[in-house]
């Protein structure tokens, strides 16, 4: 398996409403990411986690809790949010141990907040 | 610190056509630099790496890039344009565990 899912690909909610994102790779990284990314922008990073264990947080408003529960698996909980955070989210993730430091992207969830 | 600085935000080619697509980039140390690409409402898929073996690197789907130390470049280059080459690229620069975006560059491909 050489690939990073995400689910789901389409998320609409309120800004009361509590959501979560689920992002899945097998491929034995042990770094994962978070990525916000807006219309004709490049993606900005949110979180990373390292060894299931969160190494950078960039200061992104609380209203966001990610979520490392083993080497595969990254969530990102959503609560209370606003309209302005109406984007593509982007999961990647990273060999630990490369060279290169290249990251496999998946294909992203398109949130849409009311 | 690093830096990416891709000179075009749009690039309009006709099929068949040449694609050139340049990137400029800035680091403080031999950089790893990366070029991606993510077609509308989808994720990003990395094309190619440059990983210091060679200057002249091959990507995926006929896509090349070329290192310049002198000229701090990376450009992106493409002999003949498909209409589904129609994209957003992405010039990267990556640091230990983060990577350094571009802005992009919208190629768009005509008939």
């Known amino acids: 398996d050489t690939e990073v899912t995400q689910t789901p690909k389409h998320l609409v909610m309120g800004m009361t409403n509590k959501k979560s994102l689920k992002c899945e790779q097998h491929m034995g990284h042990r770094a994962m990411y978070w990525y916000k990314q807006k219309a004709k922008k490049p993606p900005e990073l949110m979180f990373v986690?390292?060894?299931?264990?969160?190494?950078i947080n960039e200061s992104v408003p609380s209203r966001f809790s990610p979520e490392c529960p083993n080497s595969s698996l990254l969530n990102l909980h959503l609560h209370a949010l606003q309209p302005e955070d109406s984007a593509l989210y982007l999961c990647?993730?990273?060999?630990?141990?490369?060279?290169?430091?290249?990251?496999?992207f998946g294909p992203g969830t398109r949130l849409t907040v009311l | 610190a690093q830096s990416v600085t891709q000179l075009d935000s749009h690039v309009s080619v006709s099929e068949g056509t040449p694609v050139l697509l340049r990137c400029n980039y800035s680091?403080?140390?031999?950089?790893?630099l990366f070029w991606y690409v993510q077609h509308p409402n989808k994720g990003l898929q990395l094309l190619l790496k440059y990983t210091s073996a060679a200057t002249l690197v091959k990507g995926i789907n006929g896509f090349e890039a070329e290192f310049k130390k002198s000229e701090t470049s990376f450009h992106l280059t493409k002999p003949s344009a498909h209409m589904s080459d129609a994209a957003e690229y992405f010039c990267?620069?990556?640091?230990?565990?983060?990577?350094?975006f571009g802005k992009g560059t919208m190629l768009l491909v005509s008939p």
């Open positions: 680091s403080s140390y031999s950089p790893s």
């Open positions: 990267v620069n990556s640091g230990y565990s983060t990577l350094t």
């Open positions: 990647a993730s990273r060999p630990t141990g490369s060279s290169y430091n290249e990251q496999f």
């Open positions: 986690y390292s060894y299931e264990k969160l190494s």
